[in-house]
């Protein structure tokens, strides 16, 4: 087992609240924490679900919506366990109806998990493409009779959308279809609390990961060797799977942010940047920390003091009404006046939720406030090519009282 300890650093004198991660501490290797009951009763979540979306469509005047991504489909009709990376399925909402259209491979799956979630959804195994039933479906409900405007999402491919118009040319020539842009995804960023407790815990069992891999991993391994140990733990130990591809860059290798593990050795003196994260629940978990083999030299812990200090100052003073771009500004201000200005070189934070990047981001183009139920990242970086970079990144939701982390692994330098 690795001999690990933990340097204090004062990250900033003026913080306005307690820094995130002051002691050491550890996380719990399972769930056990975390209300199981309110994780897994998806009774009333589609209904809740489908009528947020058509309060929407109501506001925005939309008639109906066809929705194919399939992440967006298992938000809203709350199935678990139903679904995989496919593209398989599709939606129709409409103020009278939803159907969704999905293939005999998961057809069984998706009338079960609608009778147990109560889901107002029609299950369809129809043999057409997702358009021709969608249409047939329209038909039956006599748009023809009155203008009618369905949405569509702006990543539908070209190969869908042109047999969609011209059934609807030719069938139903008063439908209209208006492109949208993020409209479930907009929607799906303000969280509910049972998607708060699937987040918890897969943050839970990536704490844990973290815990693993500090007093497993020593100099002389290879970031692949790391990487596999560290994902190989967590499905271990309670992950249904991994958020994305754990990084784990030692050195050099992590001035570039999303570097990918190789036969790179670990040796003394470097610093380790990992990047993980578990699934649980369908929900997505990410963090980054930073493990410093060996006594760091004065400048690595001088940007790791700045970083620190971007990190948790961004976090206490995070609330409901600041824009993204706010966010990123402030943290990007305090890397400059730490010396660092333009090495951060990425947004502050993004979403996070079934999809690991959703919205809302933390970034110069959001100029949106923030809302409570926002979940996001929190992960400012320092890139110095040809030496080394880090990063420290923690996920948390918006409260009306404040930023709420979910996770509980140190910020203190861990040191190897």
């Not at 003026?14 to 199981?36: C, V």
């Not at 194919?68 to 409409?94: G, P």
């Not at 009778?115 to 997702?130: D, F, N, T």
């Not at 951060?344 to 981001?361: A, C, F, R, T």
């Amino acid at each position: 087992m690795a001999n690990i300890h933990y340097r204090t650093q004062k990250a900033s004198d003026s913080m306005d609240k307690p820094l995130t991660g002051e002691t050491d501490q550890t996380t719990s290797q399972t769930t056990d924490n975390t209300n199981r009951s309110n994780v897994t009763d998806t009774r009333g979540k589609s209904a809740h679900r489908i009528a947020l979306l058509r309060a929407y469509m109501r506001e925005h005047n939309l008639d109906g919506l066809l929705i194919r991504t399939t992440s967006n489909i298992m938000w809203l009709s709350a199935f678990d366990d139903v679904f995989d990376d496919e593209q398989a399925h599709c939606v129709l909402l409409t103020q009278d109806g939803a159907v969704l259209h999905t293939d005999s491979r998961y057809y069984d799956a998706c009338v079960a998990a609608a009778q147990k979630g109560e889901a107002p959804l029609s299950v369809s195994m129809e043999r057409a493409a997702h358009g021709r039933v969608a249409i047939n479906v329209l038909k039956k409900q006599h748009v023809s009779d009155d203008a009618f405007v369905l949405g569509i999402e702006d990543t539908m491919t070209l190969r869908e959308y042109q047999p969609l118009r011209n059934y609807a040319a030719f069938e139903l020539p008063r439908l209209t279809l208006h492109e949208t842009s993020n409209v479930v995804l907009n929607v799906r960023g303000v969280k509910d609390a049972s998607e708060i407790a699937r987040l918890q815990a897969a943050q839970d069992i990536t704490d844990a990961g973290f815990s693993h891999i500090i007093s497993w991993m020593k100099p002389g391994m290879t970031e692949r060797e790391v990487q596999i140990e560290l994902e190989d733990y967590m499905i271990r130990h309670g992950a249904s799977g991994l958020s994305f591809r754990s990084i784990v860059a030692a050195g050099a290798n992590a001035a570039t942010a999303h570097a990918v593990p190789g036969d790179t050795k670990l040796e003394a003196g470097q610093c380790v940047v990992m990047d993980f994260g578990a699934s649980a629940y369908g929900y997505c978990s990410d963090m980054t920390r930073c493990v410093f083999l060996g006594e760091p030299s004065a400048k690595i812990k001088d940007a790791y003091t700045v970083l620190r200090r971007a990190n948790e100052t961004v976090e206490a003073r995070l609330h409901v009404g600041m824009t993204g771009k706010e966010a990123h500004e402030m943290a990007e201000q305090i890397l400059a006046e730490g010396g660092y200005k333009g090495r951060m070189g990425h947004s502050l934070g993004h979403g996070v939720g079934i999809d690991i990047h959703e919205e809302p981001v933390l970034a110069p183009r959001n100029e949106q406030p923030l809302v409570e139920g926002n979940v996001v990242t929190v992960e400012p970086g320092i890139y110095i090519p040809g030496e080394f970079g880090m990063r420290l990144e923690d996920c948390g939701v918006l409260t009306h009282e404040s930023y709420k982390v979910f996770g509980k692994s140190t910020h203190e330098m861990v040191i190897i």
